[in-house]
């Protein structure tokens, strides 16, 4: 069993930078590829990057490609998410993932095994 808490959400204004947080417990993440996904108010969690296990990988979102990076600290436990440029669109909770299976980097939800319980990010305009 894994868990996941997110940290570092907050408020910010449209085009500043936040780094989100992804600290996990239970067992080493080091086997397990890494994602970010977020849900708005009213729409569906959608995907925003991934990580494959050693880092060496990554995938994003087209709508955030450009101004977010994913990466990750094996020996810390931890997976990042760096956001420049923040939109008011980029409004969301986010949350992390971790997936134990075969994809590098997946990008489906339905891939994933273990969610932290999400941290809000708020852009105002």
């Known amino acids: 069993q894994v868990q996941l808490v997110e940290s570092g959400g907050g408020l910010v204004q449209a085009g500043g930078s936040l780094r989100l947080s992804c600290a996990a417990s239970?067992?080493?993440?080091?086997?397990?590829?890494m994602g970010w996904f977020r849900q708005a108010p009213g729409k569906e969690r959608e995907f925003v990057a991934a990580?494959?296990?050693?880092?060496?990988?990554?995938v994003y979102a087209d709508s955030v490609k450009g101004r977010f990076t994913i990466s990750r600290d094996n020996a810390k436990n931890t997976v990042y998410l760096q956001m420049n440029s923040l939109k008011p669109e980029d409004t969301a909770v986010y949350y992390c993932?971790?997936?134990?299976?075969?994809?590098?980097?997946?990008?489906?939800?339905?891939?994933?095994?273990?969610w932290g319980q999400g941290t809000q990010i708020t852009v105002s305009s």
């Open positions: 993932a971790a997936s134990r299976g075969r994809v590098v980097v997946p990008r489906a939800r339905d891939l994933y095994d273990y």
């Open positions: 990580i494959n296990w050693i880092g060496t990988n990554t």
């Open positions: 239970g067992r080493t993440l080091s086997s397990y590829a």
